[in-house]
T-cell receptor, first 113, second 110 residues
Framework: ETGVTQSPTHLIKTRGQQVTLRCSSQ?????VSWYQQALGQGPQFIFQ???????GRGNFPPRFSGLQFPNYSSELNVNALELDDSALYLC????????????FGPGTRLTVL | DAKTTQPNSMESNEEEPVHLPCNHS???????IHWYRQLPSQGPEYVIH???SNVNNRMASLAIAEDRKSSTLILHRATLRDAAVYYC???????????FGEGTQLTVNP
């Protein structure tokens, strides 16, 4: 069974640029959630994708967007990067339903200069 | 999502039991209690969850108060590898998200 993988592991961008982060879900999982974790804080929910559509969104502006593909992998896109976007971005996969366990990837560390 | 309250940090000695408390006085009847932990430089990892009854698995035990307003995660014999931030999370049966607080930083001393 393959776990959740994310790429890249680290990324450095400058303010105003755009970034795409990628996530491959665990085998058999059809739902992907994205979280942002600032240093020293708990992860904050960005959004979730199920059946290639957004299924719930946290308090993040529209410049945070996502995609889910037919193979259940996902992308997180962030436009017009700001310094405060520097964080660890975590992807979690699960089977849709409840109460469900989410399985997290190792994250992508984004630094915005 | 209902809020949880955890101590910022706790310390334990290796091979001793650890009891990590969590208060959730505004829990609703449909909220499950989930625990995740995050080891250094890793994503969060599921530990255990429960609704009303105490639960045991290979990683830990979850003791839930009769009124469900508090719970305790029990690590029966702490190891150095258990040093992590432990998050107590309430999750609606139909909820899509995990709402993390700041968790408890557990330090395990050799």
């Amino acid at each position: 069974e393959t776990g959740v993988t994310q790429s890249p592991t680290h990324l450095i961008k400058t303010r105003g640029q755009q970034v795409t982060l990628r996530c491959s879900s665990q085998s058999g999982h059809n739902t992907v959630s994205w979280y942002q974790q600032a240093l020293g804080q708990g992860p904050q929910f960005i959004f979730q994708y199920y059946r290639e559509e957004e299924n719930g969104r946290g308090n993040f502006p529209p410049r945070f967007s996502g995609l889910q593909f037919p193979n259940y992998s996902s992308e997180l896109n962030v436009n017009a990067l700001e310094l405060d976007d520097s964080a660890l971005y975590l992807c979690a996969s699960s089977l849709y339903g409840a109460p469900i366990t989410q399985y997290f990837g190792p994250g992508t560390r984004l630094t915005v200069l | 999502d209902a809020k949880t309250t955890q101590p910022n940090s706790m310390e334990s000695n290796e091979e001793e039991p650890v009891h990590l408390p969590c208060n959730h006085s505004t829990i609703s009847g449909t909220d499950y209690i989930h625990w995740y932990r995050q080891l250094p430089s890793q994503g969060p990892e599921y530990v255990i969850h429960g609704l009303t009854s105490n639960v045991n698995n290979r990683m830990a035990s979850l003791a839930i108060a009769e009124d469900r307003k508090s719970s305790t995660l029990i690590l029966h014999r702490a190891t150095l590898r258990d040093a992590a931030v432990y998050y107590c999370i309430l999750r609606e049966t139909s909820g899509s998200r995990l709402t993390f607080g700041e968790g408890t930083q557990l330090t395990v001393n050799p």
